[in-house]
């Protein structure tokens, strides 16, 4: 049910911009007005949201240690997955972020006759999650050549190296294939797994639905349905140069594609998507293991009431001296 | 074994499937063997906690005060601000599952609102609810719902199935820790006084007594004379200790437990018998003679009152130095709250080995030592004679606890002194040791007599681990370095895996300890005949009656 | 414990990767790119027109190219038919290149704008250009 809604939900979001372009003739809301709205609402949104985690303060150190902690100058500590100074973090957040360490972790339990237990590898979910964020990423950055006039030559090689299979004219984008193989499997993951169907919310089907909307519109109008890429790019600059055009002829895929990107930007904020702002300030990674080393404040810590040692005293006196304990007051 | 705990066989056909229904309309139900006994009036009101009356669960009405939706929503609001983690938590977990089966509630229950996730989304539905725009606009398909009778009760149900061991977090991709969500949990539940007494009453205890057992100055002082008594017979040395002695140079904090019953008692002795072959100048305190700190488990407040003990009679007794006890959440506390909470503690130095020289430099501002980092220095430098056969009938395993493993990350040390003590260690399973340990599911003050069906639940993970070995290597000893684990997991061990004994390091210390001056030792602190003593024996009387024929 | 120096500076990270383009192009004009048929060739033609239709071309001419490239070297077929029934020779250099010898003016003023490199020229020698 969530899933059909999200769906149905993106296949709106299609038929909007179809009508839109093709009936209504509303390139410059599709092509100027709504990208335009969609950035700045991603990143003032992105940045309301992490001033807003700021603004809460991480009153205890509490990393979450996965090694040995830092003691005696003989026993070999655990650098990175309990790292005890800034350069340990660094480096243990790198890779969280990079080639998410903690997912590599992933188990699957097993629960046998006997009762026996059994806790074998499972890396599908890291798999498919590395394999999607950096297709995505770098399928990112691709995109570059389309928002430069001198298109820098680290972009030409990541393009290069992303198409060196040579398959077909246009190339092949090997993140392509990438991208939407890995999407699937999450999206399968989430309905054929009872555990991962029972959790999963609407929000969670709309991101890989809106996703993969996105990868396919944009396979389907490099291999299949052409557009006038020059007029794309033309469009691209002049956005990016605060002079927008709007080229005649590029196609209805073109603005298809850009609107489901449109709404992926504006809905980031508002969605677990931040993860990718908040993956940094997860104050169980973030956080060197040195609080014994040196003191973490916390800004709210107030005077509480306690049970001194006096009133301990006033109520134990005459069975603490019985008892042969030193005393305060006699 | 409480009345009505079902059969291990029975209690290991485990179902994972979820149900047809999705979790927002499946209420809670309480499961008699799966919940504990709610606070007392006279246990909430001892500590100033609000709405103290007693109360019973299974009941349909909770005496809850007027407008205690308000209250809740207040509580939440108040800790998103206060806390990064709480509000962070909330928003970016992604449900990939990752966390669901790694939880010793979920595998020992199969109830999917076990799983981390879902039991953080027991919360984050309400927060969605009250606290985002998207949650208000767009109501349930959002995963957003109203706090109502029935959520409240469901979050008590399940953040009393919550022993806070961190595990989730270990494998979550973003860190996200439900022990965190439990505790904020636990916060607001306690905003209503809906604690569970067993939490609540060494609360009180610890509050006006100084410990979770409400042992008084003198009681302490007889109990551990019952030790010496018997450290006395089994070495032929007698230990006298000091209580409350100004001027010592290191105070010594331990879980009260560790006075109180088997097997944490013998590590007790451990302690005795180790400083006094030491020489060591320390001393107990009866006011500060808490490690553990119930009141974690309650609120940050309380566990901060509770704690303050430590540095104060530390500052009264004019120590150097603060040497900690075997425990596990009193690790937590110690290592990542207690100097935030309570210090700067700049009465104290930094802490030195008196005996080995060894500047704790780990420990410069907290300035507490573990025990098991002070005793593996001593070992390395070879201050300790130790006879580690006289552990040979033991086959020794070592329980990570939660606390240490995931919050301190104190591996190496314990497993250092028992190679040293202790001539056969084996290895539980790579996946169910060090930062991957499963907790013994009884922790965060869940370890009561009426909720045996979901500790031993909780437990099953850990104890299928130690079966393993057990069977594999003929492991019958279960070492640990905390109090709660030496209460529980010795119930678990006869509900999971017979003949699977548990003790505290320093135990398996003072066994191997060769005392200066002592007698020939026959039993180990246990009363047990050590190892090559009954045969020793048995051929003395044959040549006795050689003899004499 | 806040770090806001920290947040701050993570977010102006985010800001910057993210209007990257913006600020990249800030003060550069951008031309667009005209492609030129003036070529002496075409200037003869009497119809000035390529094997298939102008808006085909410019969306499929690689994807033309390549079956071209298939059909020659792989099958020894030589004789394209398009889509008004006349035949051409498949040829890059002999076909392709004689009308457009203009590569510069032609082919690479929109490559080089789009930052396609096709590799047609690992193989092909390029036409030698007269500099204008």
């Not at chain 1, 396919?216 to 291999?223: A, D, K, T």
């Not at chain 2, 309309?25 to 246990?43: I, R, S």
């Not at chain 2, 800790?79 to 990939?96: E, P, T």
């Not at chain 2, 961190?166 to 965190?180: H, K, L, N, T």
């Amino acid at each position: 049910m969530r899933a059909l809604f999200s769906f149905i939900v993106v296949i709106a979001l299609v038929a909007i911009v179809f009508v839109g372009v093709k009936g209504a003739n509303l390139e410059f809301l599709f092509g100027v007005i709504i990208p335009y709205a969609a950035l700045a609402t991603f990143i003032i949104g992105f940045i309301y949201r992490v001033v807003k985690w700021g603004r809460s303060p991480v009153p205890f150190h509490i990393p979450t240690t996965c090694g040995q902690q830092k003691t005696l100058p003989w026993i070999k500590d655990s650098k990175i997955e309990n790292p005890s100074t800034t350069a340990g973090v660094i480096a243990r957040m790198a890779l969280e972020v990079l080639v998410f360490r903690s997912l590599f972790r992933n188990l699957k339990t097993d629960l046998r006759e006997g009762p026996r237990l059994a806790y074998g590898s499972d890396k599908w979910l890291w798999l498919a999650g590395l394999a999607f964020h950096w297709s995505f990423l770098i399928i990112a950055f691709r995109h570059l050549r389309f928002f430069m006039q001198d298109v820098p030559v680290v972009v030409q090689w990541v393009e290069g190296l992303d198409s060196f299979l040579q398959i077909g004219a246009p190339l092949l984008y090997i993140t392509d294939v990438i991208i939407i193989t890995a999407v699937t499997y999450l999206f399968l993951r989430r309905v054929y797994i009872p555990q991962v169907r029972y959790i999963s919310l609407a929000a969670d089907y709309f991101p890989l639905f809106l996703i993969l909307g996105i990868a396919i519109s944009g396979v389907l109008m490099r291999y299949f349905i052409k557009v006038h890429v020059v007029g794309v790019k033309e469009l691209a600059m002049g956005l990016v140069s605060f002079n927008p055009t709007i080229p005649e002829g590029i196609g209805v895929i073109f603005y298809i594609h850009l609107f489901l990107i449109c709404v992926l930007f504006a809905y980031f904020p508002f969605s677990k998507l931040m993860h990718m702002g908040g993956v940094f300030l997860s104050p169980t990674r973030n956080l060197a293991n040195n609080s014994r080393m040196v003191r973490h404040v916390n800004p709210w810590n107030y005077p509480v009431k306690v049970h001194t040692y006096e009133e301990y005293e006033e109520e134990f006196r005459e069975k603490m001296k019985m008892a042969g304990l030193p005393v305060e007051k006699e | 074994m409480a009345k009505g705990t079902p059969k291990p066989d029975e209690l290991s056909r485990i179902d994972y499937t979820p149900p047809q229904k999705e979790w927002m309309d499946t209420p809670v139900k309480l499961k008699p063997g799966m919940y504990c006994w709610g606070a007392k009036a006279k246990n909430l009101q001892a500590v100033g906690f609000p709405n103290a009356r007693d109360w019973t669960p299974a009941d349909e009405d909770w005496k809850l005060p007027e407008n205690w939706e308000w209250t809740v929503l207040e509580g939440i609001y108040d800790r998103l601000k206060k806390y990064r983690s709480f509000q962070l938590f909330l928003d970016i977990c992604v449900r990939c599952g990752a966390c669901a089966d790694k939880c010793h509630f979920y595998i020992g229950s199969g109830d999917p609102k076990n799983m981390p996730v879902l039991r953080a989304e027991l919360l984050r539905s309400v927060y969605r609810r009250h606290f985002t725009f998207g949650g208000k606009l767009l109501g349930r398909i959002a995963g957003a719902r109203k706090l109502t009778l029935d959520v409240l009760k469901e979050w008590w149900y399940y953040f009393f199935q919550c022993t806070e061991c961190r595990r989730c977090s270990v494998f979550c991709p973003y860190g996200i820790d439900q022990a965190e969500i439990t505790m904020m949990g636990r916060e607001l539940l306690n905003l209503l006084g809906l604690n569970i007494d067993w939490i609540q009453g060494p609360v009180a205890n610890c509050y006006k007594k100084g410990n979770h057992l409400g042992l008084e100055p003198h009681t302490i002082m007889s109990n551990i004379e019952f030790m010496l008594d018997d450290i006395e017979s089994i070495t032929g040395i007698r230990i006298e200790p000091s209580f409350n002695r100004k001027g010592a140079e290191i105070l010594f904090v331990t879980p009260s437990g560790d006075l109180f019953a088997d097997p944490g008692t013998y590590t007790c002795m451990g302690y005795l018998m180790l400083f006094h072959e030491l020489g060591l100048d320390y001393t107990w305190s009866t006011y500060a003679s808490e490690g553990g700190n119930f009141g974690f488990f309650t609120t940050n407040e309380m566990a901060k009152r509770l704690n303050a003990k430590i540095y104060a009679e530390a500052k009264r007794l004019g120590v150097k130095w603060i040497l900690g006890g075997e425990c596990g959440h009193m690790w937590r506390v110690v290592h990542q709250y207690m100097d935030t909470w309570n210090g700067p503690a700049d009465f104290l130095e930094e802490p030195v080995s008196p005996i080995t020289g060894t500047k704790f430099e780990n420990a410069k501002t907290t300035k507490m030592v573990h025990i098991a980092e002070f005793t593996a220095d001593l070992i390395r430098h070879g201050k300790l004679n130790l006879d580690p056969s006289r552990n040979d009938h033991l086959k020794v395993t070592f329980h990570d606890s939660c606390n240490t493993s995931r919050g301190m990350g104190i591996f190496e040390e314990p497993r250092y002194i028992i190679k040293n003590v202790c001539n056969n260690f084996y290895e539980m399973p790579e996946n169910t040791i060090r930062e991957k340990t499963f907790c013994c599911g009884s922790g965060s003050g869940l370890n009561a007599g009426e909720n045996m069906e979901l500790r031993m639940r909780g437990g099953l993970p850990r104890a299928n681990a130690v079966k393993y070995v057990h069977e594999k290597y003929g492991v019958n000893m279960l070492a640990n370095i905390c109090a709660i684990d030496r209460a529980a997991l010795s119930t678990l061990m006869d509900y999971w895996v017979p003949g699977v004994g548990v003790t505290g390091v320093h135990e398996l210390v003072a066994n191997a300890l060769v005392m200066k001056g002592e007698k020939k030792r026959t039993t180990n602190l246990r009363g047990e005949p050590l190892p090559g003593v009954e045969e020793e024996e048995e051929e003395g009387k044959e040549e006795k009656e050689e003899q004499g024929g | 414990m806040y770090d806001g120096s920290k947040i701050i500076a993570g977010l102006i990270v985010f800001v910057g990767l993210f209007t990257f383009p913006f600020l990249y192009n800030m003060g550069k004009a951008s031309a667009k790119p005209e492609p030129k048929i003036d070529t002496p060739v075409i200037q003869q033609l009497a119809e000035k027109k390529c094997v298939e239709p102008k808006s085909f071309m410019r969306a499929e001419h690689m994807k033309l190219l390549n079956e071209w490239r298939d059909s020659a070297i792989r099958k020894a077929k030589r004789v394209y038919v398009g889509a008004e029934g006349k035949e051409y020779t498949i040829s890059l250099q002999n076909t392709c290149m004689k009308c457009h010898s203009n590569k510069k003016k032609f082919c690479d003023e929109c490559h080089n704008y789009m930052a396609v490199k096709p590799y047609c020229w690992d193989c092909h020698l390029e036409p030698k250009e007269k500099k204008l």
